[in-house]
């Protein structure tokens, strides 16, 4: 196990520091039919894994509010040592095409989780709200996804996608929403690509979620942003 030396611990009841190891089978397959340049439909089929991050096994941070020498409120983010590895079936049907002057890509896709990993607010008999990682039994994922890009004429081009997701997960019998997932984002641009020089600006809206897309007692910590790049 990992040393623990000079390493203060919030909530170490919950998350004590412990090594682990796992081996899992990746297979994947496509079917592509390319009927044109500009038109080609395929499937695909992918088996996914997503080891827990180190903060996900090992972060702490905790405060403590105290009045007059009397502890009013614990709280604390802490890791998940006994987080397993989070496994998916991903499944995707879409079609793409491309010539001298239009490049697209549009896609669905269904994804199935075992173990998955996200994070959960609880009360506990210390901390209130303690926030941990936590492997839920299952999850499923699934949305829309549509790129494309158009040179309309010599060296410049208009770009735009649009992704939208929606999911549940449900652990002991219990269904819930999945606080990790962007409900919808935009994109859209406009840009110069030369031989010797280039240039875009681009614009990227992420909606905010909504409350009821929120799983544990923790508030919203969600907002719309607009974000510009040049």
């Given amino acids: 196990n990992p040393s623990k030396a000079g390493y203060n611990q919030a909530a170490e009841q919950y998350a004590a520091v412990e090594s682990q190891k796992e081996t899992i089978f990746l297979p994947k397959f496509s079917l592509n039919w390319k009927i044109a340049p500009i038109f080609e439909?395929?499937?695909?089929?992918?088996?996914?894994?997503?080891?827990?991050?180190?903060?996900?096994?090992?972060s702490s941070f905790g405060n403590t509010v105290a009045v007059g020498g009397r502890i009013i409120r614990q709280y604390a983010v802490v890791g998940n040592p006994n987080l397993k590895a989070e496994t998916a079936d991903?499944?995707?049907?879409?079609?793409?095409?491309?010539?001298?002057?239009?490049?697209?890509?549009?896609?669905?896709?269904?994804?199935?989780?075992?173990?998955?990993i996200d994070w959960v607010s609880r009360a506990t008999a210390t901390h209130n709200p303690l926030?941990?990682?936590?492997n839920l039994d299952k999850a499923k994922i699934y949305g829309i996804t549509a790129n494309a890009r158009w040179n309309f004429v010599d060296n410049f081009y208009l770009l735009g996608g649009v992704a939208y997701s929606k999911g549940k997960s449900e652990h002991d019998g219990v269904k819930a929403p999945?606080?990790?997932?962007?409900?919808?984002?935009?994109?859209?641009?406009?840009?110069?690509?030369?031989?010797?020089?280039?240039?875009?600006?681009?614009?990227?809206?992420v909606k905010a979620k909504a409350d009821k897309d929120i799983n544990g007692t923790i508030y919203n910590p969600t907002g719309t942003v607009n974000l510009v790049d040049l």
């Fill in 131 to 134: 926030i941990q990682y936590q």
């Fill in 41 to 58: 439909p395929y499937f695909q089929y992918s088996k996914g894994v997503k080891t827990p991050s180190a903060q996900q096994l090992t």
């Fill in 90 to 116: 991903n499944f995707s049907l879409g079609f793409k095409g491309a010539n001298d002057k239009v490049q697209y890509d549009i896609a669905g896709y269904y994804n199935r989780y075992k173990n998955f």
């Fill in 178 to 205: 999945i606080n990790t997932i962007q409900p919808l984002k935009f994109k859209a641009g406009f840009g110069y690509e030369g031989e010797r020089f280039g240039g875009n600006i681009q614009l990227t809206h």
